[in-house]
């Protein structure tokens, strides 16, 4: 295998890792995990301040949650597994890194097959885009109780959205495998029960070391194919049932904090079209508005309680969100005398545009001179039980998405006569962003 990285850069983030530190203290740990979710940093510190969060979280939860005497012992014992696991697992990870930097500095190493041996044979992956010491032999089961009591349906809302995003299938068992401490309590409360656990290996980054931590749910079956359960986070979407986006989002999403004004729902995915409006080649947009951020904080319900005391930074993106003010509100406190026009009249008003993108979308706009006549329709458009947005240009205008027309007859209906004369004279490229609308929206002509 080509070599593609070069030995400065392995030696670099060998020394990082093997850097002495501090002792974490539990703010600064706290703080890392409300910034991004993750930890980094000198091996010894990151395991340190692993066992702080870990220590901190058991505590929190048995606080916080009405336990038995019996679900408390169950919890501690859990938080004990992990920490004594973590503390194997740094005691192995510092000897297998100290061989490695020792046999790059010395110039005395094997390539092979995309991994670096030492002479001992202990031996690391290093290509392009992973640099990662395995953890071997380290490994428990312990049980974490049911500390959220959700009715089995509920519950299974949840696990959707994990299984929709970063949960996997080992044997027909739940899977995770995450650098996330929050994560790993987040999970395991959608999955109570039996849960094996191990470090699977600690990844060199130019942040310094992380840690990722493997489980298996043992006491669940996987009932789920991965594009199944994404096809079901997007029909609950359309049938108003947000717990499993929310889920879907703590795994997948993209918090991007410079564009929480545009109250966007943006998760990772293979093929984006297929799921929402893509933004990249990997990114899709399948929600937007205000009004869906205060839906997923409702629909979290106690496990939001959960995520607030997991200081989990997607949970604190969508409290942001939720406190945001919409354009539309801003543009209405800057009017003294606030009218509604009349519905019928701004509906009949109201054109339709595509929105490009690889996905696309449609929305309904209706044009204003001013800032009064821009508020007047957006009031008579919330008479009607929707939530316009608005965009300032030379012409301020006012729109509502694709949820809402299809909410409408009298929108609905002219959204249907406008996206069939697209069909018939549109662009190659308009004709394309119609179909998928459709493809995404099989019940929009029925």
Not at 311 to 340: F, Q
Request: hydrophobic share 40%; proline share 4%.
């Amino acid at each position: 295998m080509e070599w593609k990285i070069s030995f400065d850069e392995v030696r670099y983030r060998l020394e990082l890792a093997l850097k002495p530190a501090e002792p974490p203290v539990l703010d600064e740990v706290l703080a890392a995990v409300e910034k991004n979710g993750r930890l980094h940093g000198p091996v010894d510190w990151v395991f340190s301040a692993w066992r702080l969060y870990v220590e901190y979280a058991a505590q929190e939860i048995a606080e916080t949650f009405q336990l038995t005497e019996e679900e408390r012992r169950t919890l501690l014992n859990f938080r004990d597994a992990v920490k004594t696991l973590l503390t194997e697992a740094q005691r192995q990870a510092r000897e297998k890194l100290a061989a490695l930097y020792k046999a790059v500095a010395e110039g005395n190493y094997r390539l092979e097959g995309g991994k670096l041996f030492a002479p001992d044979g202990t031996w690391m992956y290093a290509t392009k885009n992973v640099m990662r010491v395995p953890i071997r032999r380290v490994s428990a089961s312990a049980r974490f109780p049911d500390v959220l009591k959700l009715p089995r349906q509920r519950l299974e809302m949840i696990q959707m959205g994990w299984r929709a995003s970063d949960e996997g299938n080992e044997r027909g068992r739940p899977f995770m495998a995450t650098t996330q401490p929050w994560q790993v309590f987040a999970w395991a409360a959608a999955r109570p029960g039996e849960i094996y656990i191990f470090p699977a290996s600690v990844n060199l980054t130019r942040q310094g070391v992380s840690v990722t931590l493997s489980m298996v749910a043992r006491s669940w079956r996987q009932q789920w194919r991965k594009e199944e359960a994404i096809g079901m986070v997007l029909t609950c979407l359309r049938q108003g049932e947000l717990a499993p986006l929310l889920t879907m989002w703590l795994g997948d999403g993209k918090a991007r904090w410079g564009r929480i004004g545009r109250f966007e729902i943006a998760v990772a995915a293979k093929e984006p079209w297929k799921i929402g409006r893509a933004t990249g080649d990997y990114e899709a947009v399948v929600a937007k508005g205000h009004d869906v951020f205060m839906r997923l904080a409702e629909a979290a319900g106690p496990y939001g309680m959960l995520l607030d005391l997991l200081k989990c930074h997607k949970w604190n993106y969508i409290k942001e969100a939720v406190a945001r003010k919409r354009s539309v509100d801003i543009l209405r406190e800057a009017v003294k005398n606030p009218r509604s026009e009349d519905p019928d009249r701004v509906l009949a008003s109201m054109k339709f545009s595509l929105v490009s993108g690889n996905g696309g979308t449609l929305i309904a706009a209706y044009y204003a001179n001013t800032a009064e006549e821009a508020v007047a329709a957006a009031n008579a458009l919330e008479t009607l039980g929707m939530r316009p947005n608005v965009v300032k240009s030379n012409r301020k205008y006012i729109y509502v998405g694709l949820g809402d027309i299809k909410k409408n007859k009298q929108l609905r209906e002219a959204a249907m006569r406008s996206l069939m004369e697209k069909m018939r004279s549109g662009t190659p490229r308009e004709r394309e962003i119609v179909r998928r609308i459709i493809e995404r929206n099989p019940d929009f002509f029925q």
